[in-house]
């Protein structure tokens, strides 16, 4: 039977030309996920009355007369982001490596729909006539947004850390760093998050660096293991 090779001394069992095609297109949309949550999100955030980036949560968009415009964004971001994980999974079980990354992101993107479908309450003053601070009694509905994401969330930390170990042991130590340090950046952040911090600017800004990090990790991610699916007669 043929083979491929990934690295020097790992040979993989070749794909059916159909097969790396649909695994290919698969991990486009772990590209195209990240760009286009975070241009709508700004568009939106940039066009909302009210709204402020130093002090509310992107979350918050979903809030208001046009708030189904993000609760589409979450659930589309998503969608595409599990389309990827697939991706992910079928690209690593290809390479006769395990997948747990690709299950792990399809954690999150089931956090990202879920997180569209519950709606976050309003706070921080947001949308306009909202009193300003934190929620006081979280709605059933919130109090899912939180669950979600911070599941969702938890399923990124892990996806990145997993291949920062499997890059670690191919000796890939550029993108185990970059996948490593996305990690603890994104938990840093979150816990800051978590713990209250949401009513801080620093707190804010800080986590919206953090997530556009993850999404500009996951484009790159998507992009390297795009080019290792190539077929055998790409390659040569």
């Not at 690593?92 to 990354?101: H, Q, Y």
């Not at 921080?124 to 979280?138: M, R, S, Y």
């Not at 599941?151 to 970059?178: E, K, N, P, S, T």
């Not at 996948?179 to 911090?197: D, K, R, S």
Request: proline share 5%; net charge positive.
């Amino acid at each position: 039977m043929s083979t491929m090779t990934t690295q020097p001394g790992r040979p993989v069992a070749d794909c059916p030309p159909a097969a790396v095609r649909v695994t290919k297109s698969l991990l486009g949309y772990g590209v195209l996920a990240g760009p286009f949550y975070v241009a709508a999100s700004l568009a939106e955030a940039l066009t909302r009355s009210g709204f402020s980036l130093a002090h509310d949560d992107w979350s918050l968009l979903a809030d208001g007369s046009r708030g189904w415009i993000h609760v589409l964004v979450l659930v589309l971001t998503g969608l595409m982001t599990g389309a990827a994980a697939v991706g992910v999974v079928r690209q690593r079980r290809a390479e006769r490596v395990n997948a747990a990354s690709g299950w792990f992101l399809g954690v999150y993107a089931a956090g990202l729909v879920g997180a569209g479908f519950f709606v976050a309450d309003p706070a921080q003053g947001f949308p306009v006539g909202t009193p300003p601070g934190p929620t006081v009694a979280p709605s059933w509905h919130g109090s899912l947004h939180i669950a979600f994401g911070g599941v969702g969330f938890l399923g990124l930390i892990a996806a990145c850390l997993v291949l920062a170990w499997q890059f670690r042991r191919r000796r890939q130590l550029g993108w185990a760093f970059f996948a490593l340090i996305t990690g603890v950046l994104f938990f840093a952040a979150f816990a800051g998050i978590a713990t209250g911090g949401a009513s801080t600017s620093a707190a804010v800004l800080t986590f919206t660096a953090a997530v556009i990090l993850a999404w500009t990790w996951l484009a790159l991610v998507s992009v390297h293991l795009y080019r290792r699916a190539a077929t055998p007669a790409e390659r040569a």
